[in-house]
């Protein structure tokens, strides 16, 4: 047992690092490029185009600082806004397929997925289903009623507060992350040398099997659908060197990961934005059916290589 603690204590600190590498310098450059000119010539530049989405000009501020940011600070945006019921029901759509865009699609690279691939599902889930949305609800024209409202912070005094500020909330990334990396990677660990791990994957397997995915992955996805992106890719990328999740599973996992991860934390997040009973089912519902579709549909078109190999040996 003092074997596995010990590996699995050093996989997290390996991971921790690796992920840390990332999401530190872009919580601070983010952070700080909310007090220049920057977002807001963002926001303005987007503005003529959410008549497409079925939003209104204001609705841009929670769109940027969602895909910029994260989901919370998104909907600290939408409570001081005065939106309708569908245009937060279509906003809550959108960041759930595209949220953090920096980090996680910076995490999601270093697996080893191309990063144009993880931008190009995430914004193009996040745009083709607000537009589906606008075209077929005609309802929900009605004043959102929000549940709670956003703490009011003081505006910083200078640029010697905003970087304090800045650098607090990257390390409190950092630490976030290790508080979960560290016994998550000890978990698995303990896991592999009990052969629970196996048995996991012995359970999992229809469901990666019909994913068009191998047994192996099946530990990635759980972590990914539970923990969100850039956790599921902390056990992705340890999977990668030890399992041998091939370049194919690992994409189609990603896919998979970009259109439903964290499923229980990103949609009760939504909650104090007044969406409850059916509109929160019918979001769960979108991102799942959505990640299903879409990952069926590459693994189809996207044949493994023995398989083609053995079709080529049959030719010749």
């Given at each position: 047992?003092?074997?596995?603690?010990?590996?699995?204590?050093?996989?997290?600190v390996?991971?921790?690092?690796?992920?840390?590498?990332i999401?530190?310098?872009?919580?601070?450059?983010?952070?700080?490029?909310?007090?220049?000119?920057?977002?807001?010539?963002?926001?303005?530049?987007?503005?003529?185009?959410?008549g497409?989405?079925?939003?209104?000009?204001?609705?841009?501020?929670?769109?940027?600082?969602?895909?910029?940011?994260?989901?919370?600070?998104?909907?600290?945006?939408?409570?001081?806004?005065?939106?309708?019921?569908?245009?937060v029901f279509?906003l809550a759509?959108?960041?759930?397929f595209?949220?953090n865009?920096?980090?996680?699609?910076?995490?999601?690279?270093r697996?080893?997925?191309?990063?144009s691939?993880?931008?190009?599902?995430?914004?193009?889930?996040?745009?083709?289903?607000?537009?589906?949305?606008?075209?077929?609800?005609?309802?929900g024209?009605?004043?959102?009623?929000?549940g709670?409202?956003?703490p009011?912070?003081?505006?910083?005094?200078g640029?010697?507060?905003?970087?304090?500020?800045?650098?607090?909330?990257?390390?409190?990334g950092?630490?976030?992350?290790?508080v979960?990396?560290?016994?998550?990677?000890?978990?698995?660990?303990?896991?592999k040398?009990?052969?629970?791990?196996d048995?996991?994957?012995?359970?999992?397997a229809?469901?990666t099997?019909?994913?068009?995915?191998?047994?192996?992955t099946?530990?990635?996805?759980a972590?990914?659908?539970?923990?969100?992106?850039?956790?599921?890719?902390?056990?992705m990328?340890?999977?990668v060197?030890?399992?041998?999740v091939?370049?194919?599973?690992?994409?189609?996992?990603?896919?998979?990961?970009v259109?439903?991860?964290?499923?229980?934390?990103?949609?009760?997040?939504?909650?104090?934005?007044?969406?409850t009973?059916?509109?929160?089912?019918a979001?769960?519902?979108i991102?799942?059916?959505?990640?299903?579709v879409?990952?069926?549909?590459?693994?189809?078109?996207?044949k493994?290589?023995?398989?083609?190999?053995?079709?080529?040996?049959?030719?010749?």
């Amino acid at each position: 047992m003092g074997k596995t603690l010990k590996n699995g204590f050093i996989s997290g600190v390996k991971t921790t690092w690796l992920l840390g590498k990332i999401i530190f310098p872009v919580t601070l450059i983010v952070t700080l490029l909310q007090y220049t000119p920057i977002l807001p010539w963002l926001m303005k530049a987007i503005s003529p185009v959410m008549g497409l989405f079925g939003l209104s000009g204001d609705a841009s501020i929670p769109l940027v600082l969602g895909n910029f940011l994260n989901l919370y600070a998104a909907i600290g945006a939408i409570l001081s806004l005065d939106l309708t019921v569908k245009e937060v029901f279509i906003l809550a759509v959108m960041l759930s397929f595209s949220h953090n865009l920096f980090i996680e699609s910076g995490v999601a690279a270093r697996v080893g997925v191309k990063l144009s691939v993880v931008l190009a599902v995430r914004l193009g889930l996040a745009a083709v289903s607000a537009i589906v949305i606008n075209l077929i609800w005609h309802g929900g024209g009605g004043t959102a009623q929000y549940g709670m409202a956003p703490p009011l912070q003081a505006d910083p005094d200078g640029w010697g507060q905003i970087l304090m500020i800045g650098l607090e909330k990257a390390g409190y990334g950092i630490f976030q992350l290790a508080v979960i990396v560290m016994p998550l990677m000890l978990m698995i660990q303990v896991l592999k040398d009990l052969k629970w791990l196996d048995i996991f994957s012995r359970w999992m397997a229809p469901v990666t099997r019909l994913l068009g995915m191998k047994e192996n992955t099946s530990m990635t996805l759980a972590s990914g659908l539970l923990f969100g992106l850039a956790l599921g890719s902390a056990v992705m990328i340890q999977a990668v060197k030890e399992d041998g999740v091939s370049s194919r599973d690992v994409t189609l996992a990603m896919i998979f990961l970009v259109a439903c991860h964290a499923v229980v934390e990103d949609t009760v997040i939504f909650i104090p934005l007044g969406i409850t009973g059916w509109p929160l089912l019918a979001l769960f519902l979108i991102r799942l059916m959505t990640a299903i579709v879409l990952t069926l549909a590459v693994s189809a078109l996207w044949k493994p290589a023995e398989l083609v190999q053995r079709k080529e040996a049959k030719l010749s």
